[in-house]
């Protein structure tokens, strides 16, 4: 089987007013002032930075920092998130074409199902994973990996729209479609670059 792997925020889901708003009621709380929505979406996306640093002003996140993100994570994805334009249509190309399709996300992986559940994208996926205390996020490329084991993939392709999904491909040896109507912008190191749904399936099939 050939298999699509996608990243989730930025990528296939806005995402952004629901990020912004988890991490600023966290720094209300925290009596801190209001991080800008391209600060954040830049922080997070860039490899080898400390988040709970430059999020939180804190080394390291604690146990209760973390489940506050989490329950507050799915009540403004709930409120905020949506697919795409144009993203159900890709996804359900890949499926009529025969394509194994899978989705490997930062988010943690107790809140994938329901997010995409939420955006009405859930059906198209044959299985999803995203970080636990188990997995770890990209750029590491555990999670690609695992993707293509369980779909008993021969090759793979993943779509992204961040350094540290380009690193995670580059890392799990396999090709890269760097996506930029989202979070991401134009990468000059990416295998490929999408403006466009269309334009990230013409890839796909070239691939």
């Known amino acids: 089987m050939k298999a699509v792997i ?26 801190l002032e ?9 922080a997070i996306n860039e490899p080898g930075r400390n988040l709970a640093l430059d999020l939180y002003n804190m ?15 799915k009540i403004n994805y709930a ?8 993203i159900e249509e890709l996804l359900k190309k890949c499926v009529d074409s025969g394509f194994g399709v899978a989705l ?6 107790n809140t994938l199902e329901d997010i995409l559940k939420k955006c009405e994208i859930f059906k198209y996926f044959d299985f999803i994973v995203g970080a ?8 590491d490329p555990k999670m690609l990996l695992i ?17 540290k999904d380009e690193l995670a491909a580059k890392n799990a040896n396999m090709p890269y479609i760097q996506v930029t109507w ?26």
């Open 6 to 31: 996608f990243d989730m925020d930025g990528t296939i889901i806005d995402s952004s007013v629901a990020i912004e708003r988890t991490i600023n009621d966290i720094r209300a709380e925290l009596k």
């Open 34 to 42: 209001p991080l800008s929505s391209d600060f954040i979406i830049k």
């Open 59 to 73: 080394q390291n996140p604690t146990a209760k920092l973390r489940d506050n993100f989490e329950e507050n994570f």
């Open 79 to 86: 409120k905020y998130a949506k697919a795409y334009d144009g």
């Open 104 to 109: 490997a996300s930062n988010a943690p992986q």
């Open 132 to 139: 636990s205390d188990t997995i770890p996020q990209k750029p």
């Open 147 to 163: 993707c293509t084991q369980k779909l008993s993939a021969s090759k793979a392709v993943f779509v992204g729209d961040s350094l």
């Open 182 to 207: 989202g979070f991401g912008k134009h990468s000059k190191t990416s295998d490929y670059n999408a403006g466009s749904t269309n334009e990230a399936w013409r890839i796909i099939e070239e691939i």
